[in-house]
């Protein structure tokens, strides 16, 4: 084998990786960055990239009353759990502090939206109604160059023709265009960059703003570059390597060879947790199917697995081991399997109703993924619902995303061919199709359209919450989430209990160093992004807590590195 020898080894990619190599270069230490695969990204580049920093410079600048103080409360009010309890409040006290510094070498990452979510339960003790969380600011990736194919692309559903990225805004946009001017200028604005980008930068592959997660990996991947920081790609972490109980090095994969490289100060993981180690999945999560998870296929716990190995300690502390979100399954063009998440697009709006089983609604469909999820696997003192269909009629489908499905017309035909969506004349006819008793679905879509009539849900209340209004369509009277599901032909997508990342993770201290078996702390290694245990112990309070916390405690793992 041959050796190398650096201050600090990064194991990952995504923003929790890319962020703490920036950090520690910026600190003088010499740094290595291994990656497994050939892309830059992990699931950060499929996801939002939204971030919740209470007290950020962001937020107070946006005039945000908030304070750490009423940020704990919402938290504390929320986790009924003590686990982690700890790590949160660490997380709340430095997270701001740790944002303001990886901005000050990076350069800005992240701005508020004008119109921004609430914190996910808006009317618990502490909670803020205008929100905390911070979106990426987008990326021209044309920046990058010859180096722009490195970023993992997102999801195909989630941009325009799938080539474009779109901001949530540009979302809204769309949909709005044939009733406002101001929609139809800013929808022909992306019309014409897609037109661009097609006709003089179609070496990139696709548009080349990059939004979302993937501007975040975009911006921080600049700063790698432009710092040297040396990044192997294609190359597996296969093991640790210890002295005398410290970790001062880590055995990698290359091209079929193994190589030590030294790491002086110590090893960082962040290399994206377990959503597809079917292993993991079946020793601590087997209750729930495996296969369904719309992280990177790519997060398959190899971090998790080599720190156990040197007698890590998996931390099962939390009442839920994923981040839960409803997925449903597609097959594209080109035969590949879109796995989507229905996180935020369609299950507010008015006309979309959810059932079970039996054709029963179970739980209100603007509420957030997490607890959706939770309700449909029986977590919320219920019994298990699935399977679960979303439902909508053609109203619906003419104005808004439905699953995987945008509101074009040639989409829903391919949809329905393809068996995606699931087409009929009739309420009675889709329930055949679906599986449920026609008298029963018939009875639940009739409750909906009386309830639709007064603008209020009487069984669930959807729409009775600043979030779920949020996430409604504003222009709907009088309840933004809830409307009638009457005009045929009617549709239905199955959804199952799929997850956007895992929970479980490396048991950490306050510093992210990676627990032993016994509790203490092992020298040298350091654990974040979902390789750590989450600090919100498996529940979730707003968009945005996982990559904050990423990057926080990557910030604060490098210092307690530096300070060795």
């Known amino acids: 084998m041959s050796s190398d020898t650096f201050d600090l080894v ?9 962020a703490a190599a920036v950090i520690a270069r910026s600190k003088g230490m010499r740094v290595l960055i291994v990656e497994k695969t050939g892309l830059i990204g992990g699931t950060t580049s499929y996801s939002g990239g939204v971030v919740w920093v209470p007290d950020s410079r962001q ?28 790590a949160r409040h660490m997380y709340l006290e430095r997270g701001a502090e740790a944002f303001a510094y990886l901005e000050s070498v990076t350069g800005p990452l992240f701005y508020v939206r004008e119109s921004n979510s609430p914190d996910y339960y ?30 993992r692309p997102p999801l195909p559903e989630m941009s325009l023709f799938g080539r474009q990225m779109l901001e949530l805004k540009d979302v809204y946009h769309l949909l709005n265009a044939r009733r406002s001017a101001r929609s139809a200028f800013h929808a022909l604005r992306l019309l014409l960059r897609d037109v661009r980008d097609r006709l003089f930068y179609s070496g990139y592959g696709r548009g080349t703003r990059l939004t979302n997660g993937n501007a975040l990996v975009a911006n921080l991947y600049q700063s790698v570059l432009a710092q040297d920081i040396p990044v192997l790609r294609n190359t597996p ?25 030294q ?11 377990f959503g597809w180690s079917k292993q993991f999945r079946d020793d601590f999560m087997d209750d729930v199917p495996f296969g369904f998870s719309a992280t990177s296929p790519d997060s398959t716990g190899d971090g998790i697995e080599v720190a156990m190995t040197s007698g890590a300690k998996l931390d099962r502390g939390n009442v839920d081991g994923a981040f839960w979100a409803p997925v449903s399954v597609a097959k594209r063009r080109d035969g590949s399997i879109a796995r989507f998440p229905h996180l935020m697009a ?67 035909r391919r949809a329905v061919r393809s068996g995606y969506l699931i087409e009929a004349a009739t309420i009675e006819a889709l329930a055949a199709q679906i599986g449920v008793a026609a008298a029963t679905l018939e009875d639940t879509v009739a409750r909906v359209n009386r309830d639709a009539d007064l603008g209020v849900d009487s069984e669930f209340g959807k729409g009775s919450s600043a979030y779920n209004r949020y996430l409604g369509d504003p222009t709907h009277a009088p309840n933004p989430c809830v409307g009638p599901v009457g005009k045929a032909p009617f549709y239905a997508v199955r959804v199952h209990a799929g997850d956007i990342g895992t929970t479980y993770g490396l048991a950490a201290d306050r ?35 996982t990559i904050g916390p990423a990057l926080t405690f990557a910030y604060l793992a490098v210092m307690h590195a530096l300070a060795k």
Do not use: W
């Not at 990064?10 to 890319?18: I, N, Q, R, Y």
């Not at 640790?240 to 994969?253: A, H, N, Q």
């Not at 992004?529 to 807590?545: C, E, H, L, T």
């Open 122 to 151: 808006p009317d618990a003790e502490g909670a803020s109604k205008k929100g905390r969380a911070m979106t990426p600011i987008s990326c021209d990736g044309r920046k990058l160059g010859a180096r722009f194919p490195d970023i």
């Open 59 to 86: 937020n107070v600048e946006s005039g945000l009353d908030d304070s750490v103080e009423q940020a704990k409360r919402y938290l504390d009010s929320i986790i009924t759990t003590p686990h982690e309890r700890e």
């Open 237 to 261: 972490l296969v093991d640790l390597v210890k002295d005398g109980g410290r970790v001062v090095g880590v055995v990698i994969e290359q091209g079929g060879s193994r190589r030590t490289i």
């Open 511 to 545: 510093h992210s160093r990676v627990l032993s078996t016994d509790g203490a702390p092992i020298d040298g290694l350091y654990a974040c992004g979902n390789d750590r245990n989450s600090i919100m112990a498996g529940f979730y309070p707003a968009g945005g807590i």
């Open 346 to 412: 369609d299950r507010a709006k008015p006309g979309l109703i959810a059932v079970n089983k039996d054709g029963r609604r179970f739980f209100n469909e603007a509420e957030n993924y997490h607890d959706f999820v939770r309700a449909m696997i029986g977590r919320l003192g219920n019994e298990d619902q699935q399977p679960v269909h979303l439902i909508c009629d053609a109203n619906y489908l003419r104005k808004y995303a439905f699953g995987a499905v945008p509101p074009l017309s040639s989409e829903r």
């Open 10 to 18: 990064v194991a990952g990619s995504g923003a929790a990786g890319l």
């Open 263 to 273: 790491a002086k100060r110590g090893v960082i993981l962040a290399t994206g947790g």
